[in-house]
């Protein structure tokens, strides 16, 4: 079994988020919408749309590993995330697999469905915990389908997806490991809202499409810098300015596609 990095959880009388909410972004509070969700296509339903559609979702819990989605499965549910993370990943015939998205609150698990393909090109898991809502893809397409703020919202999400995977393919063909992984941790902080992230070395390899040993040594000359800690479990960030120099330019290209999309950074969107 690989070195685990796990995340603080709250303590008290009930259940807390399975990170903590990174002090450093702004903006500092929780976006909301008026509509109560955090999920950003969720938030869009409008008056009209949401008394049938919405009273179909189904809050769900999203544990770390939580597979949502499996190459060619039928998709009966959608996912669209409140909290937390979840991996796209792409696999080869041999079992090797490389991210091709991240998925946070700005959007939803189950694009290929929505756009009237059964199954998923793709292998789709948390990785890092959170909650969402759950709701029937046919019910949803059918909704899609009609136009609105929510169609609207998705085809923004759409794209941005496109943008992220046509990025992170350059990325790992052209940029060495070091700043490829600072590229991937400050997104995942910034779509999970925390500095403090839980990941195991063979996960985080898949991720940035490197050998483990590779990976290993990329995180301890980050570590050694004084941008990141890791230890039993805990990756935090403690350098966020040093870590993005130290990232390659997919990061702040990135976060500008983002922004021209949505109007907003990841932390804002809502």
């Known amino acids: 079994m690989g070195e685990h990095f796990c995340l603080k959880c709250g303590g008290g009388g009930h259940p807390k988020p399975a990170f903590r909410i990174r002090e450093a972004m702004e903006p500092k509070h929780i976006s909301t919408s008026q509509s109560g969700y955090r999920n950003r296509i969720l938030a869009r339903i409008s008056a009209s749309e949401s008394r049938e559609l919405l009273a179909q979702a189904e809050p769900i819990d999203l544990p770390l590993g939580k597979v949502l989605r499996e190459p060619a499965s039928a998709d009966k549910f959608l996912y669209f995330l409140e909290e937390g993370m979840a991996s796209a990943t792409a696999l080869s015939s041999a079992g090797a697999s490389v991210e091709v998205g991240l998925i946070g609150r700005e959007g939803f698990v189950g694009i290929s469905s929505v756009l009237g393909h059964p199954g998923s090109p793709h292998h789709t898991i ?108 805990l990756v935090t960030i403690i350098n966020r300015p040093m870590l993005e120099d130290a990232a390659c330019e997919c990061y702040s290209l990135l976060r500008a596609q983002f922004r021209a999309i949505f109007g907003a950074d990841r932390a804002s969107v809502g």
């Not at 809502?133 to 389908?145: I, K, M, N, Q």
């Not at 609207?152 to 393919?169: E, G």
């Not at 490829?180 to 195991?200: F, G, K, N, P, Y």
């Open 126 to 233: 948390m990785q890092v915990a959170g909650r969402g809502f759950s709701l029937p893809t046919g019910s949803f397409r059918a909704e899609f389908l009609r136009g609105g703020p929510m169609a609207h919202a998705v085809h923004d999400f759409i794209y941005a997806q496109l943008a992220q995977a046509a990025q992170t393919a350059l990325c790992n063909r052209l940029h060495a490991t070091e700043p490829r992984l600072a590229r991937w941790l400050l997104m995942t902080s910034d779509i999970v809202e925390a500095d403090t992230l839980q990941l195991t070395q063979e996960f985080l390899a898949q991720m940035i499409g490197a050998e483990r040993s590779t990976a290993t040594i990329a995180a301890g000359a980050l570590k050694r810098a004084g941008l990141i800690d890791y230890h039993r479990g």
